[in-house]
Every structure is written in structure tokens, then in C-alpha cells.
């Protein structure tokens, strides 16, 4: 099928917390776009889960605000994509929710990606040492499948067997568009174990990896509950249904493109732009990394071979680009960090009210009062020299890969001021900035040569959040074109499987560009040489705290 010059393409993005939709055309430029909230649930604590009824219908609500604000009709989307968390969904034969939460309501149907219920389950999965974890960075994490599914094994046998289908969220929301249960080769590569580089680049599971975690009945009758049929990205999966494009806003028989993770979609979005004079080849993307910031923060990297790298995710054979290796750092709580540490002060109403009255945000007024603390200086981030904030307060995804770490900060004063929380705000900022730089060295010392972020999200549209990542890390920040870079991966990948395009990386150079080069501050780079220093110290006194009070715990 070709598509006409005048079609637009669809990408829909399920978030943490809402759904977005928005509208390209063949360019890349969005011409409308609409969110719509999702419900969270949280029964007990490290519990997180969403209802799958919920988010498809807030996915029709985004769609249809984003065709109104486009001024399009339904007639004139040409293909269709979706990604979303790597949260796990639970159906019955009879594509039924199934409850997978402690309070037996059926419609909590999903585990959310950030849910750390399965702690006790993922050590044991780390413990067997298996061979398959070289390709989780060497140890699993409790976001990710496996750990849930033995999770609900143990504590919710019910639910486990009355589970005709585990999807991943974003092939949850293909197969509901479709009715083609087959599984991404993202989100079962990424998530879920599968070996993507076995079987001549088609993928397999392994047998061994899921008798050893107690977990062999789910490969049962060709794995048919968790993917016997997993595409590549880049494929069209299936056409719409009828059913499901009234319930979209949409006209049945649209392309739908295999699904993707909302951070590899982000990366998609990210990685083909370029600046005059680049070519987008192996070598380019070997001195690039892809940051998408929101609630957590992805850290996403792609070369020709692949590159084991301790703490980080991967490798992922062709998860993200077709052919190429991607390593995937991440840090659990950004976004959230931020709001957290905000939310929980003392002046936090009190500058939320001054926010609303003046039409702007807190971010906004917080980032005009460091301004006027940093005054003329040649470093504005010094402020926090005496200032220190570890940021693993939900654990640590990479490169220390380890859920149990905890956040900390050094330097508080007895003060509870606006100053005060404008300086504590900074230095968690800036503490996420260094988890960054972290990730970084990291992939560096195993063969990258990263020395540009191509970065995108809520956090990037934050200029002290860019700033000091720029400062921190030593690498120049490029900012999109289109800052709506997750939509606009989807989008892409909608449009390869119209066939508007022959090849995801050509979609990727035709609709990416870059609008804005941010570079790090030479003056600044002592500063944050000595701030890294302190940023590393910090996980190693918190590790000599944990050996102390073991010692103590012993009996005599």
C-alpha cells in the first residue's frame, strides 16, 4: 500500500500518568496533539497499578482532541502507532481484565513499570547467575517482567492461572487496535528476556532461563501466553478494527505499527536529527545518547556490536533501530525526585499559590530566585558547594543497578525558607545531572564515545535542568525540533508501517531535526569535576552505614 502525499500520521503515548496523542505530517511537524489522565492506584506501599479499561479509554479521548486541534478528519490518518511504560497487563481467554492487586478489583489489571513489589523475586532471579542476565546488564530489575510474573506465581496463584495473556503495555494496546496477539521485539527483548539476537536476528526464549526461575509453563504450547509471534519494529503488526476505531475516533483498516516502549520511542524521535553537515552512520551514533526525562530518565545508545556493560541495561539486539545494538541506562526517579522534594517542604503551598497568582510555575519562580542568589557569577550551580544530594531514593537503575540504595543529602541548614528549598531544588538537579554523567563515563569506559545528549521531555524543558546537565556531564545538550520527541517516535514508526517511508532509519533522518545547541560551561567544569567526586563518595559512606549497623545487628 502507498500512502498519498497529503497523509498525517498518528502516535499515541501512554505515560505514568495520561495518554497523549498527537498528529504529524511526513515532515515531522506536529500539527495537534491532546492529553487525557489515567488512574493510579497504590494499595500498599512499593504498589503501583493502573486498569487497562482505563488507559484505552483515555487513549480514544487523547486521539480525539488531537485530530480537533490538527483540524483533520479521521479519514485522514494514515497509520497508526502506540508506545507506552513496560508495565504488565494481565487478560483472560476472553480478553477480561484480570486482577493483579492485593485488593482483587479486577479493572487493576496492570502492574506499573515503577511498582517494586517483587523485590524478594528478583533477587532470586539474580541469584541463579544465569546466562540470559549478560543481557539485562547483569542483573535484572524488579520493573521489569519476569520478577512480576514470579511475583504473581507466589502470592496471587489465581490470577496466574486464570491468565490466558501477559502483555507488555504497548502490545496491549496493538493487540486491543488489531486483535493480532503478537508481541513487540522491544518489549519482549527489553522487558521480558527474549534473546533477540538468536535465531538469525528473529529472537528466542530461553528454555533454561524460565525452568530456573520457576517459570517454564509460560513457554508452554509455544509461549503462546507471554509471545509465540514477536515482530520487529519497524513491521506493520495489523490494520485497526472496526470495534476498536469507534472507540479510538478513528476509520477501521488504519496500518498499526508494531509497538515500542515510550523511551525507545523517544529515541526513535532523537537519534536521526542532525546538524548541517552530519551523516547518520554508525560512527555518529557511537558519540550520542538519547535522554528522555519525565518521572524516571531513560539513557538510550546504539552501536553495530554489542557492548556488555555492567549496571546498564543490554544489550538489546535491534530493540530500537533495526540492526543495531542498544544500551538502555536509566535513573528509577527524576521528574518524581524533583516533585518530591519540592512537595514535601514546609514552603511548597505557600510558593504553589504565589505560582498560580502569577500565571507560571514553580519550576519558573524557583529558577528566578537562584538567578538572583547566583547574581553575576561565572558558575551558577556553585550555589550548592556545601550542598550534597544522593538521588537513589527509589533505588538506583544504572550503572549500580542495585533497588536498594537510598537517597541522602549533606548540608542542610536550620532553615525552611524559600532560599532554602530553591538551593535544595538545585542540588537534586544537579544530583540527577551526576547520575547522568555516571551513566555516561560508564558507557564510555565499554567502547561509546558519548559527547553529545540529544534530549527530550518535561524535565528538557527546564533550562536550569539543562544547564546543569550540560555543565555536569561536559557534553553539548542538542534540544529537537520537535520537543514532543516521544510522539514524534511513534509517529515515525506509524508512518514506515503506511510505507510512507521504506525503513525506520530513513523516517528518522526525514522527520527529526534539531533546534537548539546547548554547550556545557568550561568555567564550570572544576566545579563539577569535584561535585562528581562527592557524588560517588556518597554511595560508598552509605554502603559503609549499611556494614556499621550489620555489625551492630549481630548477636554476641
Given at each position: 500500500m502507498s500512502t498519498p502525499s497529503a497523509a498525517?500520521?498518528?502516535?499515541?503515548?501512554?505515560?505514568?500518568?495520561?495518554?497523549?496523542?498527537?498528529?504529524?505530517?511526513?515532515?515531522?511537524?506536529?500539527?495537534?496533539?491532546?492529553?487525557?489522565?489515567?488512574?493510579?492506584?497504590?494499595?500498599?506501599e512499593d504498589f503501583v497499578e493502573h486498569s487497562s479499561e482505563d488507559i484505552w479509554r483515555a487513549c480514544g479521548t487523547a486521539i480525539r482532541g488531537a485530530l480537533a486541534q490538527a483540524g483533520l478528519r479521521a479519514e485522514q490518518i494514515a497509520g497508526l502507532a502506540f508506545d507506552?511504560?513496560?508495565?504488565?497487563?494481565?487478560?483472560?481467554?476472553?480478553?477480561?481484565?484480570?486482577?493483579?492487586?492485593?485488593?482483587?478489583?479486577?479493572?487493576?489489571?496492570?502492574?506499573?513499570?515503577?511498582?517494586?513489589?517483587?523485590?524478594?523475586?528478583?533477587?532470586?532471579?539474580?541469584?541463579?547467575?544465569?546466562e540470559v542476565l549478560r543481557y539485562v546488564g547483569g542483573s535484572i530489575s524488579?520493573?521489569?517482567?519476569?520478577?512480576?510474573?514470579?511475583?504473581?506465581?507466589?502470592?496471587?496463584p489465581a490470577s496466574f492461572e486464570k491468565t490466558a495473556r501477559f502483555l507488555d503495555l504497548p502490545d496491549f494496546l496493538s493487540y486491543r487496535a488489531t486483535g493480532v496477539d503478537s508481541r513487540s521485539h522491544c518489549t519482549t527483548v527489553c522487558k521480558w528476556t527474549y534473546l533477540g539476537h538468536e535465531n538469525a536476528g528473529r529472537g528466542a526464549w530461553s528454555n533454561s532461563f524460565?525452568?530456573?526461575?520457576?517459570?517454564?509453563?509460560?513457554?508452554?504450547?509455544?509461549?503462546?501466553?507471554i509471545g509465540s509471534d514477536v515482530r520487529p519494529v519497524g513491521e506493520c503488526v495489523?490494520?485497526?478494527?472496526?470495534?476498536?476505531?469507534?472507540?479510538?475516533?478513528?476509520?477501521?483498516?488504519?496500518?498499526?505499527?508494531?509497538?515500542?516502549?515510550?523511551?525507545?520511542?523517544?529515541?526513535?524521535?532523537?537519534?536521526?536529527?542532525?546538524?548541517?553537515?552530519?551523516?547518520?552512520?554508525?560512527?555518529l551514533l557511537d558519540t550520542r545518547l538519547a535522554l528522555i526525562g519525565g518521572t524516571s530518565s531513560c539513557?538510550?545508545?546504539?552501536?553495530?556490536?554489542?557492548?556488555?556493560?555492567?549496571?546498564?541495561?543490554?544489550?538489546?539486539?535491534?530493540?530500537?533501530?533495526?540492526?543495531?545494538?542498544?544500551?538502555?541506562?536509566?535513573?528509577?526517579?527524576?521528574?518524581?525526585?524533583?516533585?518530591?522534594?519540592?512537595?514535601?517542604?514546609?514552603?511548597?503551598?505557600?510558593?504553589?499559590?504565589?505560582?498560580?497568582?502569577?500565571?507560571?510555575?514553580?519550576?519558573?519562580l524557583l529558577n528566578e530566585r537562584l538567578a538572583e542568589l547566583a547574581g553575576t557569577s561565572a558558575v551558577p550551580g556553585a550555589l550548592t558547594a556545601d550542598l550534597h544530594v544522593?538521588?537513589?531514593?527509589?533505588?538506583?537503575?544504572?550503572?549500580?543497578?542495585?533497588?536498594?540504595?537510598?537517597?541522602?543529602?549533606?548540608?542542610?541548614?536550620?532553615?525552611?525558607?524559600?532560599?532554602?528549598l530553591a538551593l535544595e531544588y538545585l542540588a537534586t538537579i544537579q544530583a540527577i545531572a551526576h547520575g547522568t554523567r555516571h551513566i555516561i563515563d560508564t558507557m564510555n569506559a565499554n567502547g561509546y564515545r558519548i559527547g553529545t545528549v540529544i534530549a527530550t521531555g518535561g524535565d528538557s524543558k527546564n533550562p536550569v535542568f539543562l544547564r546543569e546537565h550540560a555543565d555536569a556531564t561536559g557534553a553539548r545538550i542538542l534540544l529537537p525540533r520537535e520537543p514532543e520527541?516521544?510522539?514524534?517516535?511513534?509517529?515515525?514508526?506509524?508512518?514506515?508501517?503506511?510505507?510512507?517511508?521504506?525503513?525506520?532509519?530513513?523516517?528518522?533522518?526525514?522527520?527529526?531535526?534539531?533546534?537548539?545547541?546547548?554547550?556545557?560551561?568550561?568555567?564550570?567544569?572544576?566545579?563539577?569535576?569535584?561535585?562528581?567526586?562527592?557524588?560517588?563518595?556518597?554511595?560508598d559512606d552509605q554502603l559503609e552505614y549499611r556494614r556499621e549497623m550489620r555489625e551492630t545487628a549481630r548477636p554476641d
Amino acid at each position: 500500500m502507498s500512502t498519498p502525499s497529503a497523509a498525517y500520521f498518528l502516535g499515541v503515548d501512554v505515560g505514568t500518568g495520561s495518554a497523549r496523542a498527537g498528529v504529524f505530517d511526513d515532515r515531522g511537524a506536529m500539527l495537534g496533539a491532546a492529553t487525557h489522565a489515567i488512574q493510579l492506584f497504590r494499595p500498599a506501599e512499593d504498589f503501583v497499578e493502573h486498569s487497562s479499561e482505563d488507559i484505552w479509554r483515555a487513549c480514544g479521548t487523547a486521539i480525539r482532541g488531537a485530530l480537533a486541534q490538527a483540524g483533520l478528519r479521521a479519514e485522514q490518518i494514515a497509520g497508526l502507532a502506540f508506545d507506552a511504560t513496560c508495565s504488565l497487563v494481565a487478560l483472560d481467554a476472553s480478553d477480561a481484565p484480570v486482577t493483579v492487586s492485593p485488593t482483587g478489583r479486577a479493572e487493576q489489571n496492570v502492574i506499573v513499570w515503577m511498582d517494586h513489589r517483587a523485590l524478594a523475586e528478583t533477587a532470586a532471579i539474580n541469584a541463579t547467575g544465569h546466562e540470559v542476565l549478560r543481557y539485562v546488564g547483569g542483573s535484572i530489575s524488579p520493573e521489569m517482567e519476569t520478577p512480576k510474573l514470579a511475583w504473581l506465581k507466589r502470592h496471587l496463584p489465581a490470577s496466574f492461572e486464570k491468565t490466558a495473556r501477559f502483555l507488555d503495555l504497548p502490545d496491549f494496546l496493538s493487540y486491543r487496535a488489531t486483535g493480532v496477539d503478537s508481541r513487540s521485539h522491544c518489549t519482549t527483548v527489553c522487558k521480558w528476556t527474549y534473546l533477540g539476537h538468536e535465531n538469525a536476528g528473529r529472537g528466542a526464549w530461553s528454555n533454561s532461563f524460565f525452568e530456573q526461575i520457576g517459570l517454564a509453563e509460560l513457554l508452554l504450547d509455544g509461549a503462546r501466553r507471554i509471545g509465540s509471534d514477536v515482530r520487529p519494529v519497524g513491521e506493520c503488526v495489523g490494520r485497526l478494527r472496526e470495534q476498536s476505531a469507534r472507540e479510538l475516533g478513528l476509520v477501521g483498516g488504519i496500518p498499526v505499527a508494531v509497538s515500542v516502549i515510550d523511551a525507545h520511542a523517544g529515541g526513535i524521535g532523537l537519534l536521526g536529527s542532525k546538524l548541517e553537515g552530519e551523516t547518520l552512520d554508525a560512527s555518529l551514533l557511537d558519540t550520542r545518547l538519547a535522554l528522555i526525562g519525565g518521572t524516571s530518565s531513560c539513557h538510550m545508545a546504539v552501536s553495530k556490536e554489542a557492548r556488555f556493560v555492567k549496571g546498564v541495561w543490554g544489550p538489546y539486539y535491534s530493540a530500537m533501530i533495526p540492526g543495531m545494538w542498544l544500551t538502555e541506562g536509566g535513573q528509577s526517579a527524576t521528574g518524581a525526585l524533583i516533585d518530591h522534594v519540592l512537595q514535601s517542604h514546609a514552603r511548597h503551598a505557600e510558593l504553589s499559590l504565589a505560582a498560580t497568582s502569577a500565571k507560571t510555575s514553580v519550576y519558573a519562580l524557583l529558577n528566578e530566585r537562584l538567578a538572583e542568589l547566583a547574581g553575576t557569577s561565572a558558575v551558577p550551580g556553585a550555589l550548592t558547594a556545601d550542598l550534597h544530594v544522593l538521588p537513589d531514593h527509589h533505588g538506583n537503575r544504572s550503572p549500580r543497578a542495585d533497588s536498594t540504595l537510598r537517597g541522602m543529602i549533606s548540608g542542610l541548614k536550620l532553615s525552611a525558607s524559600v532560599e532554602a528549598l530553591a538551593l535544595e531544588y538545585l542540588a537534586t538537579i544537579q544530583a540527577i545531572a551526576h547520575g547522568t554523567r555516571h551513566i555516561i563515563d560508564t558507557m564510555n569506559a565499554n567502547g561509546y564515545r558519548i559527547g553529545t545528549v540529544i534530549a527530550t521531555g518535561g524535565d528538557s524543558k527546564n533550562p536550569v535542568f539543562l544547564r546543569e546537565h550540560a555543565d555536569a556531564t561536559g557534553a553539548r545538550i542538542l534540544l529537537p525540533r520537535e520537543p514532543e520527541a516521544v510522539l514524534l517516535g511513534s509517529a515515525i514508526l506509524a508512518a514506515v508501517a503506511a510505507q510512507r517511508f521504506p525503513t525506520v532509519v530513513e523516517a528518522m533522518t526525514q522527520m527529526s531535526g534539531i533546534s537548539r545547541v546547548i554547550e556545557p560551561n568550561p568555567a564550570a567544569r572544576a566545579f563539577h569535576d569535584a561535585k562528581q567526586r562527592v557524588f560517588l563518595r556518597m554511595h560508598d559512606d552509605q554502603l559503609e552505614y549499611r556494614r556499621e549497623m550489620r555489625e551492630t545487628a549481630r548477636p554476641d
